[in-house]
């Protein structure tokens, strides 16, 4: 069974950082469109970062940018992302979702279906 796990959630102080992990069970992750996504109690689904399967395109949602970077490490077969300057805003479940499509670009990556998904991992900010 394909599967993604994701990890590196936690508990963390305002203004600090967290490296949350996909990691991709018997799929090799590096021929995939991963997209993050976060859901916050009583809150839709969003998209807050994307990076294609050749690594050209990234996109970040508004409220993250420059604040998160997205990163894959194809030894690892695990895509990361890395959360700095967190706020209590960020508080949510993180999935993150594999998309197998050519000529992708992340402009609508939110819009898209995507193949694989995680099963989430919890990420509060609180002091």
């Known amino acids: 069974q394909l599967q993604l796990v994701e990890s590196g959630g936690g508990l963390v102080q305002p203004g600090g950082s967290l490296r949350l992990s996909c990691a991709a069970l018997?799929?090799?992750?590096?021929?995939?469109?991963i997209g993050w996504f976060r859901q916050a109690p009583g809150k839709e689904r969003e998209g807050v970062s994307c990076?294609?399967?050749?690594?050209?395109?990234?996109n970040y949602a508004d409220s993250v940018k420059g604040r998160f970077t997205i990163s894959r490490d194809s030894a690892e077969n695990t895509v990361y992302l890395h959360m700095n300057s967190l706020k209590p805003e960020d508080t949510a479940v993180y999935f993150c979702?594999?998309?197998?499509?050519?000529?992708?670009?992340?402009?609508?990556?939110?819009?898209?279906?995507?193949?694989?998904w995680g099963r989430g991992t919890q990420v509060t900010v609180s002091s």
């Open positions: 990076l294609s399967s050749s690594g050209g395109s990234t």
């Open positions: 979702a594999a998309l197998g499509l050519e000529y992708f670009d992340c402009s609508d990556y939110a819009t898209y279906e995507y193949d694989y």
């Open positions: 018997r799929f090799t992750l590096a021929y995939y469109n």
